[in-house]
């Protein structure tokens, strides 16, 4: 055996027999096969494109589900509302151990579900039932607020599919009025808009709009359910139709699937700190010391220059 | 002043000066640089040509043009396609440097770089997902914002802020990315490839 072929220091300069190797030749035929490649899937598989959700056909398409989330905004039962950072203040958020990293990072984005999703865009509503609605809202307490979305929310719980309930005893105060006042702006189209172009009339941050149709309870995430995209699901690498979704991201959704992860009300920041973990040992890999020798104890590497050792052994 | 004090001649002495015009363009490699696994890094970095000159056709036509256009919708799946290619590619680079132990011989730097580019790649093509204008975008928008805000970084990166996401996607990342692909290639070129595990020994 060649004695250049039996050891060599890694980290100097190669001095063992050579070959020619045309690199640019080779960077030519790669951008060449994997475009016609690219090109040939693309006419092949296309790409999905499902139209985009909006509160419009939310309330055309589950008016029922609709008038209970928007109740559930003003009695302060929806997700949004009890959210904490980084839109309000109602919950500590999701903590790791004694890190309150979520509550840490504070209220940066504020968000008042009740008023900006319900009260706020009901401004521009000239039906006077609605109108005096509002103005029996605003002139109530907090306390008496909360009372009479609470009967409401609890009533439309009873009668899951009703849209308007009829209120003998007056316990429901102006809340029907303003559901309805909301569920008819929707369905016209012009709440889109509205939430949307909240701080500036030309939207580019769909926040508001995102966040309560993401409060529905059944409509968004039954549609999503319906294409394999809940968390349980996994969903966070997965995208409408039959295609590879966002594959990569499989470690990432698999902490998902499993406890203690999947039953935890903290799973988001459990599988976050997981993954900034095992992302670390990727990284410094060179340097973790049982972990670096595992190439050299699973002979991989011979299959990959086999050629080399064929003709060390030779 | 001294020269040797000057910026601008240590900058030139510790880049430009370090390199032969025949290690940054090499026509002859170690013998040993003879496998099919070798081909995946290039293949990564013709991918990510694609999804360059892909996504400047839709960045110029606009974020919402591939729902209305037939031409734009290919464009657009010519970008899909190229990712998940991108990605193969990656992975499969990514697996054989590790089997290859190619962090040995003061290598560990172009293997950092390699792992940073792997990273920067998802936040890249996640990005690119949210910024679909469609049912994908907000769906995946709305469960991901759990994530960030869970460990507080979505109080500044708003997954449901989709020209914050356009922005960062379109011109950030492809930068950042473009960057450490350069930076990466560089260090191999400067490092050479690595050579078989008995015949380097190990570090």
Redesign the interface.
């Known amino acids: 055996m060649s004695p250049q072929?039996?050891?060599?220091?890694?980290?100097?300069?190669?001095s063992?027999?050579?070959?020619?190797?045309?690199?640019?030749k080779?960077?030519v035929i790669?951008?060449v096969?994997?475009?016609l490649?690219?090109?040939s899937?693309?006419?092949l598989?296309?790409?999905?494109?499902?139209?985009?959700?909006t509160l419009k056909s939310w309330a055309i398409s589950d008016p029922a589900d609709f008038i209970g989330t928007a109740t559930g905004e003003l009695a302060g039962t929806t997700v949004s509302a009890g959210?904490g950072?980084?839109y309000n203040t109602a919950a500590e958020?999701?903590v790791?151990g004694p890190l309150k990293?979520?509550k840490?990072?504070?209220v940066?984005?504020p968000i008042n579900p009740a008023d900006d999703f319900v009260i706020a865009p009901l401004a521009i509503d000239n039906d006077p039932a609605v109108v005096s609605a509002i103005a029996a809202w605003k002139a109530a307490s907090v306390d008496q607020q909360g009372k009479w979305a609470n009967a409401y929310a609890d009533a439309l719980g009873k009668s899951p599919k009703a849209i308007t309930l009829p209120d003998p005893t007056g316990v429901f105060g102006p809340v029907p009025a303003i559901a309805t006042g909301l569920y008819g702006l929707a369905r016209t189209g012009a709440l889109d808009g509205l939430l949307a172009a909240g701080d500036t009339p030309l939207p580019?941050?769909?926040?508001k709009p995102?966040?309560f149709?993401?409060d529905s309870g059944t409509y968004?995430p039954d549609?999503?359910g319906a294409r394999h995209?809940q968390?349980d699901q996994w969903?966070?690498m997965n995208?409408?139709g039959s295609?590879?979704g966002?594959?990569?991201?499989w470690l990432y959704s698999f902490w998902y699937q499993i406890d203690p992860f999947k039953s935890s009300g903290?799973a988001?920041?459990l599988?976050?700190?997981t993954m900034t973990v095992l992302?670390l040992a990727?990284?410094?890999?060179?340097?973790l010391p049982i972990l670096?020798?595992v190439?050299?104890w699973?002979p991989?590497?011979r299959i990959?220059?086999?050629?080399?050792?064929r003709?060390?052994e030779e | 002043m001294s020269s040797k004090k000057m910026w601008t001649t240590r900058v030139r002495e510790s880049t430009l000066e370090r390199f032969e015009p025949k290690d940054l363009?090499?026509?002859?490699?170690?013998?040993?640089?003879?496998?099919w696994?070798y081909?995946f890094g290039?293949?990564t970095?013709?991918?990510f040509?694609?999804l360059v000159a892909?996504g400047l056709v839709l960045t110029f036509e606009g974020p919402a043009w591939?729902?209305t256009s037939s031409i734009g919708?290919?464009y657009?799946?010519?970008?899909?396609?190229?990712v998940?290619?991108f990605?193969v590619?990656m992975?499969v680079h990514l697996w054989?440097k590790?089997?290859?132990?190619a962090?040995?011989?003061?290598?560990?730097m172009t293997?950092?770089t390699g792992?940073?580019s792997f990273?920067a790649s998802?936040v890249t093509?996640?990005t690119g997902?949210l910024i679909?204008?469609?049912?994908?975008?907000?769906?995946?928008?709305?469960?991901?914002k759990?994530?960030f805000?869970?460990?507080?970084?979505?109080?500044?990166f708003?997954a449901?802020?989709?020209?914050?996401a356009?922005l960062i996607h379109v011109s950030l990342l492809p930068l950042v990315l473009g960057g450490l692909v350069v930076w990466h290639v560089i260090l191999v070129r400067r490092k050479?490839?690595?050579?078989?595990?008995?015949?380097?020994?190990?570090?």
């Open positions: 072929l039996s050891k060599h220091d890694p980290a100097k300069k190669w063992g027999p050579t070959r020619k190797y045309d690199l640019i080779e960077f790669a951008i096969v994997v475009g490649l690219a090109i899937l693309a006419a598989f296309s790409s999905p494109d499902e139209p985009a959700l959210y950072a980084p958020g999701q790791l990293l979520q840490w990072a504070g940066r984005i580019t941050n769909f926040t995102l966040l149709l993401a968004f549609y999503a995209l968390g969903g966070v995208e409408t295609y590879p966002q594959s990569w991201l903290n988001d920041v599988v976050m700190a992302s990727l990284l410094f890999m060179p340097f670096r020798r190439p050299e699973i991989i590497h990959i220059w086999r050629s080399w050792y003709r060390k | 363009l090499p026509d002859v490699q170690p013998a040993y640089v003879a496998s696994i081909i290039v293949a970095i013709a991918a040509v694609m892909s591939w729902h919708h290919f657009n799946s010519i970008h899909l396609w190229s998940e290619l990605f590619f992975v054989g590790f089997w290859m132990a962090w040995r011989g003061r290598r560990w293997w950092i792992v940073i990273f998802i093509g996640f997902y679909q204008t469609n049912f994908d975008s907000q769906w995946i928008a709305t469960q991901a759990d994530s805000n869970s460990v507080g970084i979505g109080a500044y708003n449901l802020n989709t020209g914050q356009m050479g490839v690595v050579p078989p595990i008995e015949a380097g020994g190990s570090e």
